[in-house]
């Protein structure tokens, strides 16, 4: 995976509460059998006038002047900008694939969907939680600063305003270490396969009836 | 010292190795698969060249994508195809057993594991679907998790996670007549948020839940996520021994009367505690419409659509805004004057033989309105669909004016050719009222199933409490 260790880049924001994944990156897209090309169809819904699917040319649909990202001045946008509960519905990764797609490197919000958050580690997507009075802040900087850059550090844990303003955030040391280093998970988990197979022998003894076979009964 | 919560319980018995810091390498048990988030982890699978570490504990089956309509000519719409010949191949490939779409106990994935007893009560299950706490019903730690996990999870058995805190919801006393599961987890979600539950793992308790058959209690904990809690779980008792007893993949013989034992275990002691409680009053709580694009955005069905205004934070007012706005709805109306256009009764929240039943009595001997396009029925597994078929259940529908269909995810996120068209408001027994889960433009109310095929025959909302046939 790749790593995140800090990330200078231009800020856009999504003003609104309890952002979806169905919203981030709807049901028809969720079709496809890769990781990638999700970029395009993010926020497919708000972002296109004409309706979208795997089998439609995104660039004979009509974009949506209204929709923020499609404003000139958040072009190129890399750190997106949300309100609480970002993320919350499905547990589709495809969210977070077309976010990273769009070019999006962090996201930060006051507070994150739990399996959204999860996703984000897997993909060098960095979650930064701030109180909401910081992401009040933000917005109201943002949308008066074209332009506006903010550096996120995930080593020092901060992120630094236009001015000079440092912001501190918490984050899990596992999740971070992992996220600073690109660490393959399977890999880290696979070290302990002695840990796995032991765990697997007492518990078969234990309660051998959890490890029933899903071919029994199956005619 | 205080005792164990439920969850407490489930998380320690699968602790496999732990860093000190909360972070812990969890066994799971079990992993139901389907075809939608799955396609990526197999493809990682292939790329590093592993295998999956417990064939055996996988169990896969197609459902979002399925066709509801006649399936003898196989799938028309060459994009959901190939990702269910994806499913095939990949469970070929790997052993992995699968329901094919053809074979009668396929269904959705979560409404496969209880059924086949492929979930069990004390196992750790994940499957790539946030709804996957609906098997936490069973006293089972469910939960959904992203494809980067599903590929975890075939690679090595585990995943790594950080535990959750302990929330207890009680719902006190008795419901009123009429009143369902899907009420009371729509009440729940009204009162403590669509966030209410994050971080969260939400043990359901008090008279009102242990008064629910299994099949309701399922429906509760499938909607733990629409609270923001990744899992929901109900407590072990003899309800939930019956249930099991004598599914297809359920132990038998000593294994039973073993595991019979350790499930006595699985309840919170008295003496646990739990880091937030809730307490509901069953007795208060009406049969629930939701209004908004947000589950959270729930009222009674006696109560008018809210007014912004109303609303001191201007962060939730404007959330109010956009979604009557998107809703066509003004502040004020009646939710019992909401025309609707089409109705749903399925998905993994409402598609068991019980839910048919209370939707049926309903509509029997009775039409569904002119002015409704589409009312249709989708049984939640090709078993449900036989059994309510043996009860007569396909005709009352039939005879109504539903459509009677095959089983799967259908029109609760409209994967498939089932869906609304822009503008269309229905009536729904799913779970997700956001824009455009049911089809790009569409509007969506949650409700009972008994509540949907009532709003059918009316073509409105109505108060199941004042017409004949309430429960």
């Keep these: 995976m790749e790593p995140f260790i800090r990330h200078k880049g231009l800020l856009a924001p999504i003003d609104r509460p309890n952002v979806d994944t169905d919203a981030i990156i709807p049901k028809q897209y969720l079709k496809s059998i890769k990781r990638t090309g999700f970029g395009p169809n993010l926020f497919d819904d708000w972002r296109y006038l004409d309706p979208g699917g795997l089998d439609i040319d995104n660039a004979t649909r009509r974009r949506n002047p209204d929709f923020v990202l499609n404003q000139p001045r958040y072009q190129g946008a890399s750190i997106l900008l949300a309100r609480e509960n970002f993320g919350c519905g499905s547990s589709r990764e495809h969210a977070v694939w077309a976010l990273h797609d769009a070019g999006f490197r962090a996201v930060i919000a006051p507070s994150y969907a739990d399996i959204f958050y999860s996703n984000c580690f897997k993909n060098g997507l960095l979650p930064v939680t701030l109180d909401a009075t910081e992401v009040d802040r933000l917005f109201r900087e943002v949308e008066a600063t074209p332009g506006y850059e903010l550096e996120v550090d995930l080593e020092a844990r901060t992120v630094t305003t236009p001015d000079g303003a440092v912001l501190r955030f918490d984050i899990d040391d596992f999740r971070r270490e992992t996220l600073l280093k690109g660490l393959d998970d399977i890999g880290l988990t696979l070290e302990k396969q002695d840990r796995i197979r032991a765990y697997e022998q007492r518990r078969r003894r234990e309660a051998p009836w959890l490890f029933a076979d899903t071919a029994r009964g199956a005619g | ?471």
């Excluded at chain 2, 793992?201 to 009102?208: P, Q, R, Y």
């Excluded at chain 2, 939710?335 to 039943?357: H, P, Q, W, Y």
Aim: proline content about 5%; some cysteine.
């Design chain 2, 1 to 471: 010292m205080s005792g164990k919560t439920l969850y407490d319980k489930l998380w320690d018995a699968h602790v496999v190795d732990t860093d000190g810091n909360g972070t812990s390498l969890l066994y799971i048990d079990r992993h139901l698969v389907h075809e939608v988030t799955s396609p990526q982890a197999f493809e990682g699978l292939r790329l590093a060249g592993r295998k999956p570490w417990r064939v055996d504990a996988n169990l896969a089956v197609p459902d979002h994508n399925v066709p509801t309509t006649d399936r003898s000519r196989g799938v028309s719409d060459p994009i959901s195809r190939a990702q269910l010949e994806a499913l095939d191949r990949n469970c070929r490939e790997f052993g992995i057993r699968e329901f094919a779409m053809n074979d009668v106990r396929q269904g959705i994935v979560h409404i496969i594991g209880p059924e086949q007893g492929a979930t069990l009560p004390g196992m750790t299950v994940v499957c790539g679907d946030s709804h996957t706490p609906t098997n936490g019903a069973l006293g089972a730690l469910a939960f959904g998790i992203g494809t980067s996990e599903v590929e975890h999870v075939l690679a090595t058995q585990c995943l790594v996670l950080k535990k959750s805190k302990n929330m207890r919801v009680y719902v006190d006393g008795h419901v009123a007549p009429g009143i369902t599961a899907k009420d009371i987890v729509l009440a729940i979600i009204g009162e403590i948020g669509t966030a209410g539950g994050t971080g969260y793992t939400i043990e359901f308790a008090g008279e009102a839940i242990r008064n629910l058959s299994m099949e309701g209690r399922m429906t509760v904990c499938n909607m733990a996520i629409e609270a923001g809690a990744r899992s929901g779980i109900i407590a072990v008792d003899e309800r939930t021994i019956d249930y099991v007893r004598g599914r297809p993949m359920a132990p038998g013989g000593e294994l039973w009367d073993g595991a019979v034992e350790a499930w006595r275990d699985l309840h919170s002691d008295p003496d646990a505690a739990f880091d937030r409680e809730v307490h509901i009053d069953a007795g208060a709580i009406a049969p629930q419409v939701t209004w908004g694009t947000s589950p959270g955005m729930v009222l009674p069905v006696d109560a008018a659509v809210p007014d912004p205004q109303q609303e001191s934070d201007p962060v939730r007012a404007s959330g109010m805004r956009r979604a009557l706005e998107y809703m066509d709805l003004a502040p004020g109306t009646p939710l019992m004057d909401i025309r609707i256009d089409k109705v749903f009764i399925g998905s993994c929240t409402n598609a068991r033989i019980e839910d048919l039943r209370a939707a049926a009595q309903q509509v029997r001997g009775r039409r569904v309105a002119d002015s409704v396009r589409l009312a249709m029925v989708v049984p939640g597994s090709g078993l449900v669909k036989k059994q309510a078929e043996d009860e007569g259940l396909d005709r009352v529908f039939l005879e109504a004016g539903f459509e009677w269909r095959e089983p799967g995810c259908s029109m609760c996120l409209a994967m498939n050719a089932d869906r609304l068209e822009p503008g269309e408001r229905c009536a729904s027994t799913s779970n997700r009222n956001f824009e455009g889960r049911q089809g790009q433009g569409g509007r969506t109310h949650l409700v009972s199933p008994a509540m949907a095929a009532a709003a059918a025959v009316h073509g409105h909302f109505v108060d199941i409490r004042q017409t004949a046939g309430a429960a």
